[in-house]
């Protein structure tokens, strides 16, 4: 098993910055890779950013290419997304996932393995 913790949510204007971070424990090295998804009231749950924890490849989703950056530090088994330029439609819950079989950088939720509790996010206009 493995436990991921969220942190860093909070409410922000437009155009500011959060960062969140995301800290693995338990059979850590087990995962292959690590992502960020969010979930918006009344919306499906949406992928956000993803990153090898070997090799540090990443990829985002359209909506957040050039404001969003995922990054790792591997001694810490964290995984950061930094948001900046952030607009109202950014608000969600942002949820942590880890993935075990190496499908590579999935964008499909349903591939994850864990999850952690999510984190508020709130853009205010």
């Known amino acids: 098993q493995v436990q991921l913790v969220e942190s860093g949510g909070g409410l922000v204007q437009a155009g500011g910055s959060l960062r969140l971070s995301c800290t693995a424990s338990?059979?850590?090295?087990?995962?292959?890779?690590m992502g960020w998804f969010r979930q918006a009231p009344g919306k499906e749950r949406e992928f956000v950013a993803a990153?090898?924890?070997?090799?540090?490849?990443?990829r985002y989703a359209d909506p957040v290419k050039g404001r969003f950056a995922i990054s790792r530090d591997n001694a810490k088994m964290t995984v950061y997304l930094q948001m900046n330029s952030l607009k109202p439609e950014d608000t969600a819950v942002y949820y942590c996932a880890a993935e075990k079989s190496d499908y590579g950088l999935a964008t499909l939720g349903s591939v994850y393995d864990y999850w952690g509790q999510g984190t508020q996010v709130t853009v205010s206009s």
């Open positions: 338990g059979r850590t090295f087990s995962v292959y890779t």
């Open positions: 990153i090898k924890w070997n090799v540090g490849n990443t």
